[in-house]
C-alpha cells in the first residue's frame, strides 16, 4: 500500500486522466479500502481541489472546476509538450509572451535533467522560417526569468551593437517583449544606473547565488519607460515635424513612445526618428496624415524623393 502523501498524488493523478471514477475503481486502483478513497477524497478537497461526488449506481467522483487553480501533476510526455507549447507561445505576438514566460521558468525550474533533455532535443530538432530578427535562445531567457522571480544577480556577457563585447553584473528587474525581441531592464551593477539590454545578445547568464532587493522603476509603465529608451537610443537620424491631425490621434497612430506637443486641437508638434531619412519618411507617409518638416532638412529631401517615386509608380500603372 501507498503512503499518504504518495496515495493522495496517485489518486489526484486518476482523477485528471477520467471524468468520473467510482468509489470500487479508485480502491481497486489504488489497492485500498472505499472507506479510505472517501477519507483520500476529503483530504483532496480541503487542499483546494473541488472533487464533486455523484451518489448511485451510476454515480462516482470527478475533478470540478473550482474558484482557483490548484497545482496539476504531469506525467512526462504532458511536461514536456508543455515546456515547448510555452517556449512557442514565448517568442511569439499574441499579448501572453510575459506570461509564458514566467510559467515556463517555473516549469523547467522543477523538470528533472532527463525531460530537460528532451525539450532541449525537440527546440535542437525544430526549424522555423528565419526572419530579419536573430533567433532567441530559451534557455537564456528562461535563466532571465528564473533570476527575476528568485530576486537573483546575474553576470554575463553583452555584444554591443557595434560588435564589442563585454561583462555585465546586473540586477534583472523586468522583461519586455517588443515585436520579435526581448529586452531586459536591469540595475547594471557597475554602472550604477538603469540599463536595458537585448536578450538575444546576452551570453549565458551565470547565478550569482546572491539576492538583491528590487528597485523602484523610474516611471510607473515599464513598458513605456523600457521602449522609450530603446527606441531613442536607436534613433542616428532626428526630425521635428508639424502634424496636422489632433495629438490623441497621433498617439494612437504612433506605437512607439515620441515627444508630441500639442499645438491646438487640430494640430501638434511630433519630434521622432529612424535610423535614416528615408525610412522615416515613409513610415510617417503611413500616417495618412498631412505633415510638415519643421527641422530636418535631410526628411524634406527624403518626403522628395518619395514623391517623386510614387508618381513614377504611378505614371507607370496608367501608362500600361
Not at 535533467?113 to 536573430?134: F, I, N
Not at 535610423?275 to 500616417?287: F, Y
Amino acid at each position: 500500500m501507498l503512503e499518504t502523501s504518495a496515495r493522495l498524488l496517485e489518486l489526484l493523478s486518476l482523477l485528471q486522466l477520467k471524468r468520473d471514477w467510482t468509489s470500487s475503481e479508485l480502491a481497486g486502483r489504488l489497492d485500498v479500502s472505499t472507506r479510505t478513497v472517501r477519507a483520500d477524497i476529503g483530504k483532496l478537497r480541503s487542499l483546494g481541489y473541488p472533487v464533486d461526488a455523484r451518489p448511485g449506481v451510476a454515480g462516482g467522483y470527478r475533478l470540478a472546476a473550482g474558484t482557483a487553480m490548484p497545482p496539476l501533476l504531469l506525467d512526462d510526455d504532458e511536461a514536456v509538450a508543455v515546456a515547448v507549447g510555452l517556449g512557442a507561445v514565448a517568442t511569439q505576438r499574441l499579448g501572453v509572451e510575459e506570461t509564458a514566460l514566467t510559467a515556463l521558468a517555473k516549469l523547467e525550474q522543477v523538470l528533472p535533467s532527463r525531460l530537460r533533455r528532451r525539450v532541449e532535443a525537440v527546440r535542437e530538432a525544430t526549424s522555423v522560417v528565419p526572419g530579419a530578427e536573430p533567433p532567441l535562445d530559451l534557455s537564456v531567457l528562461g535563466a532571465v526569468a528564473a533570476a527575476i522571480r528568485g530576486h537573483e544577480r546575474l553576470r554575463f556577457g553583452y555584444t554591443k551593437p557595434g560588435g564589442s563585447e563585454g561583462a555585465r553584473h546586473a540586477e534583472p528587474q523586468r522583461l519586455v517583449s517588443w515585436g520579435p525581441l526581448w529586452y531586459l531592464l536591469a540595475w547594471d551593477l557597475d554602472r550604477d544606473d538603469w540599463r536595458v539590454f537585448r536578450v538575444d545578445r546576452m551570453a549565458p547568464p551565470a547565478p550569482t547565488g546572491a539576492r538583491f532587493q528590487p528597485r523602484a522603476i523610474p516611471e510607473d509603465n515599464v513598458v513605456e519607460y523600457v521602449v522609450g529608451r530603446v527606441s531613442k537610443a536607436a534613433w542616428k537620424y532626428r526630425a521635428r515635424v508639424l502634424v496636422h491631425a489632433p495629438a490623441a490621434e497621433v498617439a494612437a497612430k504612433i506605437p512607439i513612445p515620441v515627444d508630441i506637443e500639442v499645438v491646438d486641437e487640430s494640430t501638434c508638434h511630433v519630434e521622432l526618428g529612424s535610423d535614416a531619412p528615408d525610412r522615416l519618411a515613409l513610415w510617417m507617409a503611413q500616417l495618412d496624415v498631412d505633415i510638415e518638416v519643421i527641422d530636418g532638412d535631410g526628411l524634406a529631401v527624403a518626403f522628395d524623393r518619395l514623391a517623386t517615386r510614387f508618381r513614377r509608380a504611378a505614371g507607370g500603372a496608367s501608362t500600361t
